[in-house]
């Protein structure tokens, strides 16, 4: 069973831009989170999706937004990027949406540099 | 708010020994706890889910334990080796019906050949 995938696996833009990164959760995954790591931050919650709809939201600005598809695969996409939007960028899938029980698989990252 | 802290934040240990890392955590209400290494520049690798019912969870050569009513859980590392070198994060998921982790800031683990 293949793992959570992300693509593009590096990425190197300049401020002002915009990126969108890609993660293809597990399959048969319905729930897709995104975390951005940084060296100062730690890991932090972007958003989650499942079944399309975006159930969670962390404390990031507007900048930062997200979708899921009818596959459960999702997309996240920083606009006007700032040099702090640096990091590397991780989704996790899981199965089914309930917290009860639901391990979470991480995939590689995506490392995002800004210039 | 969940805020989790590990201790130590780093740790250097020869080859062979066992071994605990700690992670505490601020709200009790959990659903479950998960336990998840990470090389450097790469994803995170789930090692250890427990649930908030259990007590402890076990894996090969590690254990992890949750103590809910105190905010605590131990990952204990048998007969340690090289190839365990690596930062472990700790992330309790909140109780309120979504699937947000809250990480804390890791240890790591160096284990001396």
């Known amino acids: 069973k293949a793992g959570v995938t992300q693509t593009p696996r590096y990425l190197i833009k300049t401020r002002g831009q915009q990126v969108t990164l890609s993660c293809s959760p597990i399959s048969g995954h319905r729930s897709v989170s995104w975390y951005q790591q940084t060296p100062g931050q730690g890991l932090q919650f972007l958003f989650e999706?499942?079944?399309?709809?975006?159930?969670n939201k962390g404390n990031f600005p507007g900048r930062f937004s997200g979708r899921q598809f009818s596959n459960s695969r999702s997309e996240m996409n920083v606009s006007t990027l700032e040099l702090g939007d640096s990091a590397l960028y991780l989704c996790?899938?899981?199965?089914?949406?309930?917290?009860?029980?639901?391990?979470?698989?991480f995939g590689p990252g995506t490392r995002l540099t800004v210039l | 708010k969940q805020e989790v802290t590990q201790i130590p934040a780093a740790l250097s240990v020869p080859e062979g020994e066992n071994l605990v890392l700690n992670c505490s955590f601020t709200d009790s209400a959990i659903y479950n706890l998960q336990w998840f290494r990470q090389d450097p520049g790469k994803g995170l690798t789930s090692l250890l889910l427990i649930q908030s019912s259990q007590r402890e969870q076990t894996s090969g050569r590690l254990n992890a334990s949750l103590d809910k009513s105190s905010g605590r859980s131990t990952l204990y590392i048998a007969a340690s080796q090289p190839g365990d070198s690596a930062t472990y994060l700790c992330a309790p998921i909140s109780n309120f019906g979504n699937e947000k982790l809250t990480f804390g800031t890791g240890t790591r683990l160096t284990i001396i050949p």
């Open positions: 996790a899938s899981s199965l089914n949406g309930q917290a009860s029980y639901n391990e979470q698989f």
């Open positions: 999706y499942f079944s399309e709809t975006q159930r």
